[in-house]
């Protein structure tokens, strides 16, 4: 038995690992590397295993850093199943047929720009993968997976997806391997929820398990409570609307769009923010999730249901737009004071928010308000990090709006969080380390006790 790192391996992108046992081949995610160019071209490279040979991919949510490559999987010769939760499956089909998109677009500009500089676009790379790839790979999703009951997924492997509290149908997965005769179970994390949060319910209460390989994002840090973090929030909403400036909020379609609108409709219905407030989600897929979302109450936490069941909605308020069409987003650049402007992408790394930005950066009594992880190398970065100009399409733009981070609104459990999780599974004797920087593991490592902790290099191999 042995698992190798194929992402996410001393890094926060590109989630995918492999499971070597009884004969059997089984990937743990297979997501995008996210995060400047240099990151991006690292997809394209040899996944670092024969796609042919892996006999079915579990996947633990539906997040691009978790999902994305596997329309690539499939063009490169994958055919196995691919089982997860029924709500990570929808949510999945939308964050891969939105990335094929992008590819596409992506290419297509490269080869105009070759054309236009005199050179021949079949030097450019074409797109990672396409929107055929990514409509072929959903129809190898197969059984759904239901929180606590086991699967048999290969000889010698059980499988059991429980709730992680992350995103809607997101799951750290339990696995009991058999090898020879050898016993050893196995918990894969993927990425744990934050307890208290609205709308999902807090992570399950992990089962012993001999190995754990855990996320570890927020690994050195604390995040502030969710009262104070409304304050903040509602403040600076309220203030920069007062002043007639408008608010852009970066924003991650999935999750985090919802619990924003979640946050605004409490925020309306208590009076911490004027009733009149005008907010434009202004992005397809923040909208197409939020669909999703009002399919899905079975992931829903008692508060979120209690709001079902009174016959409301939790994602709506009066003052909120929808808007799909590329022209009515244009339209919002126009917009000089009084707007709550949501879009995407959340680093600011692409998509709609963009052009916010560009409009909005430079004028004094304007916000941007992050809620979100701004990865290194990311336009979000730049700006959390207290840049004074920045380059957008090309223009050089003034950083003269008020920044916010609100760094708690996160999906993620905090450094206390994790402990707490790692301390529920009972003393695994190894865990393994993954999904974070660097330093920040080396930090939440010297927290752990009691485990040999390892933080394995990209491809790495560790025999169980
Ligand atoms: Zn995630």
Redesign the pocket.
């Known amino acids: 038995m042995r698992i190798s790192f194929h992402g996410a391996a001393r890094g926060v992108t590109g989630?995918c690992h492999l499971l070597e046992c009884a004969g059997s081949r089984i990937l743990i995610d297979c997501g995008m590397f996210q995060g400047g160019r240099e990151l991006h071209e690292e997809n394209a490279e040899p996944f670092g295993f024969e796609p042919k040979e892996i006999d079915v991919l579990l996947l633990?949510?539906?997040?691009l850093?978790?999902c994305g490559r596997i329309p690539l999987l499939h063009r490169r010769g994958f055919r196995g199943e691919i089982v997860t939760t029924s709500a990570s499956r929808e949510l999945a089909r939308l964050v891969m047929l939105d990335a094929a998109g992008l590819e596409e677009d992506e290419a297509k500009r490269r080869a105009r720009h070759a054309h236009r500089g005199g050179r021949q676009d079949t030097d450019e790379p074409g797109p990672l993968y396409t929107t055929l790839d990514a409509l072929n790979a959903l129809d190898l999703f197969g059984r759904s997976a239901v929180y606590g009951e086991p699967l048999d997924i290969a000889p010698g492997a059980r499988a059991t997806f429980h709730d992680a509290g992350?995103?809607l149908g997101?799951a750290f997965i339990f696995l009991e391997l058999e090898e020879d005769g050898q016993r050893k179970t196995v918990i894969f994390s993927?990425?744990l929820g934050s307890p208290g949060r609205p709308i999902l319910r807090d992570p399950a209460d992990p089962p012993h398990a001999d190995v754990v390989v855990m996320?570890s994002?927020y690994g050195d840090r604390t995040h502030k409570e969710l009262g104070p973090l409304l304050d903040e929030l509602y403040g600076a909403v309220s203030a920069t609307v007062a002043r007639g400036g408008n608010v852009v909020i970066p924003t991650f379609a999935?999750?985090r769009a919802q619990e924003v609108l979640y946050a605004f409709r409490e925020g309306r219905d208590e009076g911490r923010v004027p009733r009149a407030l005008q907010v434009f989600l202004d992005s397809p897929m923040a909208i197409s999730a939020t669909e999703i979302f009002r399919h899905h109450p079975e992931c829903y936490d008692r508060e979120a249901r209690e709001l079902l069941a009174d016959d409301r909605d939790p994602f709506a308020f009066p003052g909120l737009h929808f808007v799909r069409d590329t022209a009515d987003s244009v339209a919002l650049n126009k917009v000089r004071g009084g707007a709550v402007l949501m879009a995407g992408s959340g680093m600011a790394t692409g998509g709609r928010v963009r052009h916010h930005l560009k409009h909005n950066l430079a004028h004094r009594g304007n916000s941007v308000v992050f809620v979100g992880y701004a990865a290194r190398g990311t336009l979000a970065r730049r700006i959390v990090d207290g840049a004074r100009t920045v380059h957008i399409f090309g223009e050089e733009i003034a950083v003269r709006a008020d920044v916010h981070t609100i760094n708690g609104f996160s999906?993620?459990a905090d450094q206390t969080e994790l402990l707490a999780w790692h301390r529920r599974i009972g003393g695994p004797e190894r865990t393994v380390l993954v999904h974070g920087e660097p330093d920040v593991m080396v930090r939440l490592a010297a927290r752990l006790s009691g485990t040999e902790v390892s933080m394995p290099a990209l491809h790495e191999r560790v025999e169980l």
């Open positions: 989630s633990t949510h539906a997040h850093d978790h992350h995103i997101s993927g990425d996320e994002t999935l999750e999906a993620h």
